[in-house]
């Protein structure tokens, strides 16, 4: 098989970058063997504002501007629902917070996300008693949808390989990449978490951060926004809504815990006072970075090799900004931003 680009992994970034060399009519051929998880159980949510400190997310309309109809041209091809337009409220502590509130929706990256009107909480299962601020242009990424439709549409086409892939296998010219029977111009490793163990970009200052993720059934609850006060409260169908997330930096595993649990739940019941049963608790590792920003760019010896990774807690929205970038970088000779480029850390 000869092909343009080898993508490792499948997750938000190997589909973003994925999705460029179709519009531009290049050959790939995808590894992944599943080990990931950070994409599968993310919640999938595009917001542009810092709730915390009602601030503008990095860059975030050029990004929107970028993934949406990304994600748009995926869900018409796959025939599948994936984009859900869902408006966020941001729950008040205090007339404080809705002053700051007001002040923030003044600045002119925030003026056109941020709603001027305080909503009244009518809800008796939810307590906020100072109402919200609502968020707009915001919604929901079905990911994991997203991902099954996506595997199951390369494996149709021959050309996911579902196996690990074995960096001492790979043999590296100036002129190409062989690897077992395939032979590629260029490799991009978009492995997530997983790029700790590839040995072309593991001095890379990844931090990776395991998440946990609660799905609960709440039949009295009935909002149809997500909540953000503490956490996320995000609703799904049938009375479900999943409730995140937890921030851990040591224990590493995918493995459930008891104590992210009790976090999460602890930080629930002071936001709602309504019955409700816990379906699902779910973990993954996300891809952090110490600046928050990703990690894209080439191999300091071998020029055809690149990296798409560091996506964080906001992949849906920062992935096919920076797998643009990075296609605009190997093929057009684009410089990256340099705010992304791994030359940024002198390794």
């Known amino acids: 098989m000869e092909v343009d680009y080898i993508i490792v992994g499948i997750g938000i970034a190997g589909i973003s970058f994925c999705e460029q060399l179709r519009a531009n009519g290049k050959s790939f051929v995808v590894f992944d063997d599943c080990s990931q998880q950070s994409s599968s159980v993310a919640g999938g949510l595009y917001n542009p504002v810092v709730l915390k400190r009602f601030t503008s997310v990095w860059k975030s309309t050029e990004q929107l501007d970028i993934a949406l109809p990304l994600y748009a041209g995926i869900e018409k091809r796959l025939n599948l629902k994936l984009d859900y337009k869902i408006p966020v409220f941001r729950k008040f502590a205090s007339l404080e917070e809705q002053n700051d509130w007001f002040s923030a929706s003044d600045k002119p990256l925030l003026t056109r996300y941020l709603s001027t009107n305080i909503i009244k909480n009518i809800n008796k299962a939810i307590d906020a008693p100072f109402g919200f601020g609502e968020v707009l242009e915001t919604g929901r990424i079905d990911v994991n949808t997203m991902i099954k439709g996506y595997k199951a549409e390369l494996t149709e086409g021959n050309i996911l390989i579902e196996s690990t892939f074995n960096c001492e296998s790979l043999h590296i010219t100036d002129e190409a990449l062989g690897y077992k029977d395939i032979t590629a ?34 039949p009295n609850l009935n909002i149809d926004f997500v909540l953000k006060a503490g956490v996320f409260l995000i609703p799904l169908s049938d009375d479900l809504y999943i409730v995140g997330a937890t921030y851990e930096w040591k224990d590493l595993t995918y493995k459930t815990t008891i104590k992210a649990k009790e976090a999460l739940l602890e930080k629930l019941d002071k936001l709602i006072n309504c019955p409700y049963k816990v379906v699902q608790q779910v973990a993954g590792i996300r891809p952090t970075v110490k600046d928050r920003r990703p990690l894209v760019g080439s191999h300091t010896i071998h020029h055809n090799m690149y990296i798409l990774n560091g996506l964080g807690t906001r992949g849906v929205m920062i ?20 705010e992304i480029d791994i030359k940024r850390f002198n390794l």
């Open 319 to 338: 992935g096919p900004y920076v797998a643009k970038q990075l296609y605009g970088f190997i093929e057009e000779n684009k410089p990256l931003d340099n």
């Open 185 to 218: 111009k260029y490799i991009v490793f978009a492995e997530g978490s997983g790029i700790r163990l590839n040995p072309f970009f593991n001095t890379l200052p990844l931090n990776p951060a395991k998440g946990e993720l609660l799905t609960i059934h709440a």
